[in-house]
């Protein structure tokens, strides 16, 4: 089954390009099945570019899918047209005075790892969000400083500053091939990285009922699960384009900003050579994996969701 998603949204196009099956609303409303809802509270900046990563990964899945974009409510975005968060994009507020229920919600990375949590113009609201996921979604995903500041949240885990940049492509171990999450999963595999800081591993395992589901020996964790909370944190970025890493690493050198060659990423760790994507298979894995989990666990009856 494919993706519904509207029309006129920049990712229709691009997905159905790619051979991503996408459906419209009229195709939607001939299928006499309850397509699962999945919400996408963006923080990134370069919101169109994080649509069309997400939307290219839930829209691989057999089941029909309905994707809402969420924003925070007072934060107003420097680097995405207003037109286009007006058409696409509803406030928190709204969404949570509605009272509407999702089978998964996705909260995304932001560029503000150095600041404090507290410190973020959103916090408060952001907070509001994760309490509000208890009651109104079946399965959480949080993504890169989503993910650590949702564990911070729940558990009070802290990110720690690195000394240096973690930059590139680095090699995770699969720490339980039987979790349903990770079917199909290599003994190992690689994953973007692209951060400022770091969740710690004794720091993670101290909380009961944390599992670290992926792991690396030079990044630390990845993927840890939270049952009790029905979320999955990933702090790094599968859900990267092969050129993501290239962006950041080009935008840096033409600022003046002091930047490594991201490792294992370029040929020869060449970047006058096109980087190879070596993660787009897991990519889908996961979050297939996800979309296949909360279709075998939610509830048909979407208002009996968090009871």
């Keep these: 089954m494919p993706i519904k998603i509207p029309e006129d949204l920049p990712a229709y196009d691009v997905l159905t390009r790619e051979g991503v099956m996408v459906m419209s609303e009229d195709q939607a409303a001939r299928q006499d099945i309850r397509p699962l809802r999945i919400g996408l509270l963006n923080l990134m900046p370069k919101k169109i570019q994080t649509e069309n990563q997400f939307a290219r990964l839930i829209g691989a899945t057999p089941l029909q899918i309905e994707l809402s974009l969420i924003?925070?409510?007072?934060?107003?975005?420097?680097?995405?047209?207003?037109?286009?968060?007006?058409?696409?994009?509803?406030?928190?507020?709204?969404?949570?005075?509605?009272?509407?229920?999702?089978?998964?919600?996705?909260?995304?990375?932001?560029?503000?790892?150095?600041?404090?949590?507290?410190?973020?113009?959103?916090?408060?609201?952001?907070?509001?969000?994760?309490?509000?996921?208890?009651t109104n979604v079946h399965s959480t995903f949080g993504v890169c400083w989503g993910g650590m500041a949702m564990i911070n949240h729940f558990h009070g885990v802290q990110k720690h500053l690195l000394d240096h940049k973690a930059f590139g492509c680095f090699r995770h171990r699969n720490m339980d091939p039987a979790s349903p999450y990770l079917r199909g999963f290599s003994d190992d595999c690689v994953i973007p990285v692209s951060r400022w800081t770091e969740m710690r591993r004794p720091e993670i395992e101290a909380v009961p009922g944390l599992k670290i589901l992926l792991d690396s020996d030079e990044v630390g964790p990845c993927l840890v699960e939270d049952p009790g909370h029905g979320a999955l944190y990933i702090f790094n970025h599968l859900e990267y384009d092969s050129d993501t890493l290239k962006q950041e690493y080009d935008r840096d050198i033409a600022s003046g900003t002091t930047i490594a060659?991201?490792?294992?990423?370029?040929?020869?760790?060449?970047?006058?050579?096109?980087?190879?994507?070596?993660?787009?298979?897991?990519?889908?894995?996961?979050?297939?994996?996800?979309?296949?989990?909360?279709?075998?666990?939610?509830?048909f009856d979407l208002h009996s969701i968090g009871s």
């Design 71 to 134: 924003r925070m409510s007072e934060h107003r975005t420097k680097n995405t047209a207003a037109a286009h968060m007006e058409s696409f994009y509803r406030p928190f507020s709204e969404v949570a005075d509605t009272g509407e229920r999702f089978d998964g919600l996705i909260i995304t990375g932001a560029p503000i790892e150095h600041l404090d949590f507290t410190d973020v113009t959103y916090w408060d609201e952001l907070q509001a969000v994760f309490d509000w996921t208890q």
């Design 261 to 299: 060659v991201p490792c294992n990423y370029y040929p020869g760790d060449d970047p006058s050579r096109p980087p190879q994507n070596r993660w787009r298979s897991h990519a889908h894995l996961l979050y297939g994996n996800w979309i296949n989990q909360i279709y075998q666990t939610t509830p």
